[in-house]
């Protein structure tokens, strides 16, 4: 939508990356093996919320899913999950703010492994865990995926 704005002849059908990768799939383009992990999953505000597409909230679940990952949530609602901490630019201004924002999240976790479809969620919960020494692994949800893909 965004695009049309600027470009007047602008005619491509923009998808998300987990469309694309969720259309492989189904249509056995690509395979994927099973990882056998338990991870948790982050639903970003940009993919969700405010999303001007609609949100994706089943989507990426569907995708770890096919890579044979079980899914612990950090909200019984996806429309509920909390914000990253980096929001709106509250990293660039003030970034204790969002490393307190990230801590709290992290107080949540279950498991050792924590997802996102955002790669400024992922870049800034990677900040929170290196600031302050967290053996948490975050990963952007495509590397599950390169992971899982059957070659």
């Keep these: 939508k965004v695009y049309r704005k600027y470009f007047k002849d602008f005619d491509v059908n ?30 970003p505000c940009r993919i969700g919320r405010k999303n001007i597409s609609g949100p994706l909230y089943l989507e990426p679940r569907e ?6 990952l079980e899914i612990k949530e950090l909200s019984t609602k996806p429309e509920e999950c909390p914000c990253c ?10 970034s204790s703010i969002c490393i307190k924002i990230g801590n709290k999240l992290f107080n949540h976790l279950e498991t050792e492994e924590l997802a996102s479809s955002c790669p400024l969620c992922v870049f800034n919960f990677r900040y929170v865990s290196y600031k302050n020494q967290l053996d948490i692994e975050i990963k952007y949800i495509t590397d599950y995926v390169i992971e899982s893909i059957k070659k």
């Design 14 to 43: 923009v998808k998300h990356i987990l469309d694309i990768i969720n259309d492989l799939a189904k249509k056995e383009k690509i395979s994927l093996k099973p990882l056998n992990r338990t991870i948790t999953y982050h639903d």
């Design 85 to 94: 901490g980096a929001g709106s630019g509250i990293r660039g201004v003030e």
């Design 63 to 68: 995708l770890l899913t096919k890579c044979g």
